[in-house]
């Protein structure tokens, strides 16, 4: 039972860490909370569920439509709502920009496809493995593997290749990197859309696995991905993957051993519980205000 529970967290909690990984590269770099990211993860799980129903596509090739379509929706997004505002206005009037868009992207599926819940079509067999007393299911293995490679390949992108260098100088100071001939505003939104494209591929892999997609799934889910991301440390890669894991398993054992009633409750509460105890996160830094 402990073991199933385990996994059934570690399950939620990769998708919880693709979501919480856009949040944390946004935020890392332009100190913008993109509150439309949730609905960009909703926007996912339909384009997959699009283009499974009516393209008759595979799981995998479903995946990555919706990852391409999110990607150039997350640059849209950036293009129109944030870009004008950087560096001619407060950071309230960004984050209020956010929060419309948040709004407006939920409405505007909700009046296209309805406010009903919509059920993905069997794209992949429910295969039962059975190691000792623990059951698992091939989903969940498809779950963590791809999970895993996306939040490697993210982590390789980062440390190894060119355009991940220049996210970590935009990091270290947008002024300095511009003088240094980066270009700045390409960073950004590469950056909105490499984290577009994690949250279209969790909502992909939740919509098959929970077989429900709606157009108000983003808010919650993208609130608990940005506990996560503040609980691992609002601004770091590795720590929003662990965030995201921590909070999956900790929501299903609270499910499993105490009442699916307080699963938000549990989110929430050990984001509160982190924050008093380290407030700069699980892996985050503590910087001191210049004077």
């Known amino acids: 039972m402990f073991w199933e529970q385990l996994l059934n967290g570690l399950t939620l909690g990769s998708t919880y860490a693709l979501i919480a990984l856009g949040y944390t590269m946004v935020y890392g770099i332009v100190q913008l909370i993109n509150f439309a990211h949730g609905e960009i993860y909703m926007f996912g799980a339909f384009a997959g569920l699009i283009l499974v129903s009516f393209f008759g596509v595979n799981l995998i090739v479903a995946m990555l439509g919706a990852m391409l379509f999110c990607m150039l929706l997350g640059i849209l997004v950036e293009r129109i709502a ?9 950071r309230l009037s960004a984050l209020i920009s956010a929060i419309g868009v ?6 505007l599926m ?3 496809a309805g ?7 069997d794209v992949i067999a429910h295969h039962t493995f059975h190691l000792g007393s ?6 969940q293995i498809l779950i963590l593997a791809v999970s895993a490679l996306l939040m490697l390949g993210l982590q390789f992108m980062v440390q190894k290749t060119r355009i991940g260098k220049a996210m970590r100088a935009c990091s270290q100071d947008l002024d300095a990197s511009y003088l240094m001939g980066i270009n ?23 919509g098959v696995y929970y077989n429900a997609v709606w157009p ?12 996560a991301a503040v609980m691992g440390g609002i601004g770091s890669i590795p720590g929003a993957m662990i ?7 900790m929501e299903i054992m609270g499910v499993a051993y105490l009442s699916s009633s307080y699963k938000d409750a549990i989110a929430f509460g050990m984001l509160i519980l982190v924050l008093l105890i380290r407030p700069q996160g699980l892996m985050g830094q503590k910087i001191s205000k210049k004077v």
């Open 243 to 249: 965030g995201g894991l921590s909070l999956g398993i």
């Open 184 to 206: 700045v505003n390409r960073v950004i939104s590469f950056t909105f859309a490499v984290g577009s494209a994690l949250a279209a591929a969790g909502g992909v892999m939740v």
């Open 102 to 107: 948040s709004i407006f992207l939920s409405t």
């Open 134 to 139: 623990l059951d698992f299911s091939l989903m």
């Open 110 to 112: 909700a009046l296209m």
């Open 115 to 121: 406010t009903n819940t919509h059920r993905y079509p």
């Open 216 to 227: 108000y799934m983003g808010m919650m889910a993208g609130l608990k991905a940005f506990a």
């Open 82 to 90: 944030y870009r004008p505002l950087r560096g001619k206005s407060s």
